[in-house]
């Protein structure tokens, strides 16, 4: 399995702490059969900033360890930026990092809001020549309340990447509930850790894959597992036609 999303880099945001904690943290993914992950700090999210080259830095660092410990596991550069009126300048400064200088660009919302700028944004990304993954929107109080703000976006062209601990119920049953909607109504392409540690926040891929073959058919989970490899691959990832979702006395209801 690839992980698009964690936060293993030690010491420069509320991932792993240390390089033990960091190694500790590989040592987990690697049991999970997980053999390749992104490493996206966080940056702009108003406590931390961790620009490209830093981050870089940070990777060569961690490969040098992995290989000394034979832990067989690839890390590779990434970075979770959360929108801000200066993105595009940061991008075009090579501030913000792409996932392994691919076209993709993981892209995080506050946790209670939408800015209202957001979607001028996203358009602006996409005209730079590169694709916005918004991460975790299924924990966006905003979107939860209204999921056809994530409709228009994927719409337009933007992705999507769900946690896994979303699926498998560890934020709550609302949580959970509007992860699997995303998934039924098209409107989510990757799923990822969002690891943090190896206890409260662990790396619990293999479980929430499972549970995606169990509850939607090996078609939709073998997507799953293919769209990290050809984002890899800085090819097309797999995408269906989105379908609206509006919620009415608390329950989804689909619209053409």
């Given at each position: 399995m690839i992980d698009i999303h964690t936060h293993i880099l030690p010491g420069i945001d509320d991932g792993a702490k240390t390089m033990e904690d960091s190694l500790a943290m590989a040592r987990a993914a690697v049991e999970q059969g997980i053999h390749t992950v992104f490493a996206t700090p966080h940056h702009q999210n108003g406590y931390y900033m961790n620009k490209k080259q830093d981050i870089v830095n940070k990777v060569k660092q961690f490969r040098n360890c992995l290989q000394d410990l034979n832990i067989p596991l690839t890390i590779l550069v990434g970075q979770e930026t959360r929108i801000?009126?200066?993105?595009?300048?940061?991008?075009?400064?090579?501030?913000?990092?792409?996932?392994?200088?691919?076209?993709?660009?993981?892209?995080?919302?506050?946790?209670?809001?939408?800015?209202?700028?957001?979607?001028?944004?996203?358009?602006?990304?996409?005209?730079?020549?590169?694709?916005?993954?918004?991460?975790?929107?299924?924990?966006?109080?905003?979107?939860?309340?209204?999921?056809?703000?994530?409709?228009?976006?994927?719409?337009?062209?933007?992705?999507?990447?769900?946690?896994?601990?979303?699926?498998?119920?560890?934020?709550?049953?609302?949580?959970?509930?509007?992860?699997?909607?995303?998934?039924?109504?098209?409107?989510?392409?990757?799923?990822?850790?969002?690891?943090?540690?190896?206890?409260?926040?662990?790396?619990?891929?293999?479980?929430?894959?499972q549970l995606v073959r169990k509850e939607f058919g090996w078609d939709v989970y073998y997507t799953f597992m293919e769209n990290p490899q050809l984002l890899l691959e800085n090819q097309y990832v797999h995408r269906v036609e989105p379908i609206l979702v509006k919620k009415k006395n608390s329950i989804f209801k689909i619209f053409p």
């Open positions: 801000h009126a200066d993105f595009m300048a940061e991008l075009n400064e090579d501030i913000i990092a792409p996932l392994q200088d691919t076209s993709y660009i993981l892209v995080e919302f506050p946790s209670f809001e939408v800015p209202r700028y957001a979607d001028k944004l996203l358009f602006d990304i996409q005209v730079a020549g590169f694709m916005p993954i918004i991460v975790h929107p299924e924990r966006n109080q905003q979107i939860a309340e209204h999921p056809s703000i994530l409709y228009d976006f994927v719409k337009k062209g933007a992705l999507t990447q769900i946690t896994a601990a979303s699926l498998t119920g560890r934020f709550g049953k609302k949580t959970q509930q509007l992860s699997y909607q995303l998934i039924e109504h098209h409107l989510t392409h990757f799923i990822a850790s969002d690891a943090h540690n190896t206890s409260s926040r662990r790396f619990i891929l293999q479980e929430a894959f």
